[in-house]
């Protein structure tokens, strides 16, 4: 209920859907959310995980989250980042090697 929407290709509601369906085995671990209530959930968010990592790479195995609005999109004015998808309560969620389950309660904690 505090999420606005998904960006994931494995939706069938995704836009690229199709296409990933037709370019890839499997849609991956990467995926990103809006969160209701903006930058000011998405921070509140940030602060909350235990389990995910709050920082910027994809070098590791570990799971991360990030604030497009405070690191990749951080340059960008109000008109670049709605064409690029980006809203003030976007997070970006690359999945790591820990346990599924301990992963999705630390989402729902931070949710909470």
């Given at each position: 209920s505090k999420v606005e929407r998904v960006h994931y290709p494995g939706l069938k509601s995704h836009a690229d859907h199709?296409?990933?369906k037709k370019q890839m085995r499997g849609f991956g671990s990467m995926l990103a959310f809006d969160l209701k209530g903006?930058?000011?959930a998405a921070?509140?968010?940030?602060d909350r995980v235990q389990l995910f990592l709050l920082a910027v790479s994809l070098g590791g195995v570990?799971?991360?989250?990030?604030?497009?609005l405070?690191?990749?999109h951080y340059n960008?004015?109000?008109e670049e980042l709605k064409r690029a998808g980006?809203?003030?309560g976007t997070i970006r969620v690359s999945i790591g090697v820990e346990d599924a389950e301990d992963l999705i309660a630390d989402l729902k904690q931070?949710?909470?």
């Amino acid at each position: 209920s505090k999420v606005e929407r998904v960006h994931y290709p494995g939706l069938k509601s995704h836009a690229d859907h199709a296409l990933a369906k037709k370019q890839m085995r499997g849609f991956g671990s990467m995926l990103a959310f809006d969160l209701k209530g903006g930058v000011s959930a998405a921070r509140r968010f940030g602060d909350r995980v235990q389990l995910f990592l709050l920082a910027v790479s994809l070098g590791g195995v570990e799971s991360l989250v990030a604030l497009p609005l405070y690191t990749s999109h951080y340059n960008m004015n109000a008109e670049e980042l709605k064409r690029a998808g980006v809203s003030p309560g976007t997070i970006r969620v690359s999945i790591g090697v820990e346990d599924a389950e301990d992963l999705i309660a630390d989402l729902k904690q931070a949710l909470g």
